[in-house]
Each structure stands twice: as C-alpha cells, then as structure tokens.
C-alpha cells in the first residue's frame, strides 16, 4: 500500500525557517513535488525534484528562499523553507509520480498519482 506522510508543518514567524519532509512507502516514485493550498485559493504547485534529484523545478514566489530535496535511500523528500512570509500560510500537501521524464509537467498536479494527507504551515508576521 502506497503511503505519503507529511510531518514538520507548525507555526512560525516571519522570516524564520522551516523543513517538510514527507516519508513515502509502498513503491518508489519518479517525480516527487509539494504543492500547497491557502485558504479560499486553490491548490498550487510549489516545488518538485526528479529521481535522480538532477532537475528541481520551483514556482516563481519561493524561488531563491525555498529549496526541494530527497533522499532516496530513505524514500523522503523535504522542502526547506526558509524568509518564511505570511503569504506562505497553506496547507502543504507531498505529491509523487510514477510517470518518467516529466521535466516542467511536474508542474502540474495531475501528473500525480499519489498524495499526503497534508501538514498546515502558518507564518505570523
């Protein structure tokens, strides 16, 4: 049974840092991205890395201050927040794929088979 677990959402203030880290079992996957949903907005990408981790992908409003990684021994990706903003205020959700060569689909929700449940990240300022 395929599973991805967020942990390491909470509360913080602006400017602080933060990392996500989403442990995934039951297969391994190919692309494996966080997206996030504020409240009232929809659901949008954030970051997504490749297997190898040789291609990262970020969305333009955390580029610079948010970075994907993952380790595939221990079959888990995390996203290190750090000059955490308000605007950052979502629900993080750990999505994986099993579709090769996506390069900028990652981007895209539906490429993704699989999701967490979602951890809440909420920056005060």
């Known amino acids: 049974q395929v599973q991805l677990v967020e942990s390491g959402g909470g509360l913080v203030q602006a400017g602080d840092s933060l990392r996500l880290s989403c442990a995934a079992s039951?297969?391994?996957?190919?692309?494996m991205g966080w997206f996030r949903q504020a409240p009232g907005k929809e659901r949008e990408f954030v970051a997504a890395?490749?297997?190898?981790?040789?291609?990262?992908y970020y969305a333009d409003s955390v580029k610079g201050r948010f970075t994907i990684s993952r380790d595939n021994a221990e079959n888990t990706l995390y996203l290190q927040m750090s000059s955490l903003k308000s605007e950052d205020t979502a629900v993080y959700f750990c999505?994986?794929?099993?579709?090769?060569?996506?390069?900028?689909?990652?981007?895209?929700?539906?490429?993704?088979?699989?999701w967490g449940q979602g951890t809440q990240v909420t920056v005060s300022s």
């Open positions: 999505a994986a794929s099993i579709l090769g060569g996506l390069r900028a689909g990652a981007r895209v929700e539906t490429n993704y088979s699989y």
């Open positions: 039951g297969r391994t996957f190919s692309y």
């Open positions: 890395i490749s297997s190898s981790g040789a291609y990262t």
